[in-house]
């Protein structure tokens, strides 16, 4: 079945809402995402659901293989990147890019 909602750390928020964050990299678990596809997206920490994404495209690659792009797209230096992936989890060799554009905010209550 095709995925419907789809979490961030809220600290990202600010970012995918101003269009600064355009990718985000899963592991095995969320890489059933569908291109063309729109999710509703919440915080992980509150559930609080505050936009709308349209999947685009999801292709696996390698932790090693990341670059300054990928870095770029997630707002990050690749530094950055690499040591929030392994925070998040840690060991980790293959994941999946899934790339995305806001489709709307939604509203706050
Ligand atoms: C909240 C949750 O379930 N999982 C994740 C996994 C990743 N992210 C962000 C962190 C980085 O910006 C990229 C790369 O993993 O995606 C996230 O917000 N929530």
Same mark, same amino acid.
């Given at each position: 079945m095709t995925p419907t909602?789809? *979490?961030f750390f809220e600290r990202f928020e600010a970012d995918i /809402?101003?269009?600064k964050k355009t990718i985000t990299l899963r592991d095995e678990a969320e890489k059933y995402y569908v291109p063309g596809s729109v999710v509703t997206?919440? *915080?992980?920490?509150?559930g609080r659901e505050?936009?709308? /994404?349209e999947i685009l495209s999801v292709e696996p690659i390698?932790?090693?293989?990341?670059?300054?792009y990928h870095a770029e797209q997630e707002n990050m230096t690749l530094d950055e990147l690499k040591e929030v992936i392994q925070a998040i989890y840690p060991g980790i060799q293959q994941l999946y890019l899934i790339s995305y554009q806001l489709?709307?905010?939604l509203k706050v209550n």
């Open positions: 909602t789809m *979490t /809402l101003a269009g997206v919440s *915080t992980f920490e509150e505050f936009c709308r /994404l390698l932790f090693d293989a990341l670059t300054d489709k709307g905010l």
